[in-house]
């Protein structure tokens, strides 16, 4: 690379100090886009609505104390498909408009896998999931590729649970363990001459689930949610690729942060009429958990950083139903609106990193039993992000707006056989009303 004069060089310096400091900035802006609801393909083909939902074996995940039924075994493995576009432009108003420039995420595909045990008045089991997560990459050579080019966090959940059922209610609680990483890429700007940096992030944390079911009618149920939040120490590595003048002073190093993952409340309803269901779910995420953002860069050259976030705590409204016929198949259609009143990062701290906005969503689905307990099932959704501009004085002053197709595909068992003291026949989705 071509070497700087001395003079440009200290201006180079500040410069990348600033850079380094705020390397972890963007990947904070994030909100129902770094929470992924669909954990389960007959949930997803109504909308993600199934906090009132029993007998589907993905109750493991939204409700295991609907699983306290005597239902015996049921099991479910699935993945989501998710490609996603999101599109930036520079504001009129903006110093370095026009500009504009859409990402290249390519295919996300969370897997999940569910599984539990009924007996009588009791119930175990767990749930294996990627709850959150997220992909943004920007073009290497983008516009605004010194505020991010790529930001990729995911955390993995292992949760088990014991339910029991004391008459009309049935309840359940356990722990849940998360396994996360962060990776972060972006471009370095020196004045003269261009860098890069890329860091990786590890860690985990433990939280805990509890869960209601109650019977309010032999036709009608409710369920309430709880999943606590977790704090995770990250720890990883920071890579850079920068000029030779500054090598000594910027070598590759440790670097440290706190990462919270938000409570999740949820409040749902399901009522059977013949063979058509229909299920209601309130969502609330408690994102400002998320107030502030540290980080700690183990070379004392490089200063670290505490970031405002002030994120917001959001409200879901997700609605569906489901049509079973012939005792082999069903059909869903469901929508769903997150990020009310007002998605959780505000205008004043939104970023390219993970653009955030309200989302609205329909969704289709269906499920065929295959050969006695065994089920496949599909469903589709698809999503928009309302348009959002950025008001941060940290980041582009742009406007952002995006779409996804997502694509689900599971298997389950789950017994056909009939079971419990109020379920005289198992369907697709779980009982059937007579």
Do not use: C
Request: hydrophobic share 45%; proline share 7%; no cysteine.
């Amino acid at each position: 690379m071509r070497r700087a004069p001395r003079g440009a060089r200290l201006v180079e310096s500040a410069a990348l100090v600033g850079a380094l400091a705020l390397m972890l900035v963007p990947a904070a802006a994030r909100a129902a886009g770094f929470e992924l609801a669909q954990q389960g393909v007959v949930a997803a083909g109504m909308g993600s609505a199934a906090t009132a939902v029993d007998g589907d074996a993905a109750a493991a995940w939204f409700n295991p104390a609907a699983l306290a039924d005597g239902g015996g075994l049921r099991a479910g493995l699935g993945v989501t498909l998710a490609f996603s576009t999101i599109h930036a432009a520079a504001l009129p108003t903006a110093p370095d408009a026009p500009w504009q420039a859409s990402t290249r995420n390519g295919v996300s595909t969370p897997p999940y896998v569910h599984l539990s045990y009924a007996y009588r008045r009791f119930a175990g089991g767990l749930a294996v999931n990627v709850p959150f997560g997220s992909r943004v990459r920007w073009a290497a050579d983008w516009h605004e590729r010194f505020d991010i080019v790529s930001s990729e966090p995911q955390f993995f959940r292992v949760a088990p649970f014991v339910a029991w059922r004391f008459g009309p209610v049935r309840v359940a609680a356990g722990p849940h363990f998360d396994f996360g990483t962060l990776r972060l890429e972006k471009a370095t700007n020196h004045i003269a001459e261009e860098g890069y940096a890329t860091m990786l992030f590890h860690g985990w944390g433990v939280g805990g689930d509890a869960s209601v079911y109650l019977d309010v009618h032999p036709q009608v149920a409710v369920g309430v949610s709880y999943k606590s939040r977790t704090a995770i120490k990250l720890s990883g590595d920071a890579d850079f690729e920068v000029p030779v003048a500054f090598q000594p002073r910027y070598p590759d190093q440790q670097v440290k942060s706190d990462w919270t993952l938000p409570d999740r409340i949820a409040v749902g309803a399901a009522a059977r009429f013949g063979r058509f269901r229909v299920v209601g779910d309130l969502v609330v995420t408690l994102w400002s958990v998320n107030d502030v953002l540290p980080i700690d860069f183990s070379d004392p050259a490089t200063e670290d950083k505490v970031q405002q976030n002030h994120w917001r705590t959001t409200f879901a409204v997700r609605a569906g139903g489901e049509y079973a016929f012939r005792d082999r198949y069903a059909v869903r259609l469901g929508m769903y609106a997150d990020g009310l009143p007002k998605p959780a990062p505000p205008a004043a701290y939104l970023a390219p990193s993970s653009p955030d906005s309200t989302r609205i969503a329909v969704t289709a689905g269906g499920s065929v039993r295959l050969w006695r307990g065994f089920s496949a099932d599909v469903f589709y959704e698809y999503l928009t992000l309302l348009e959002r501009s950025s008001t941060s004085a940290d980041a582009p002053m742009a406007k952002y707006h995006g779409d996804a197709h997502v694509i689900g595909l599971g298997l389950r068992w789950q017994p056909a056989a009939d079971h419990g003291p109020r379920a005289p026949r198992a369907t697709l989705l779980g009982r059937r009303g007579e």
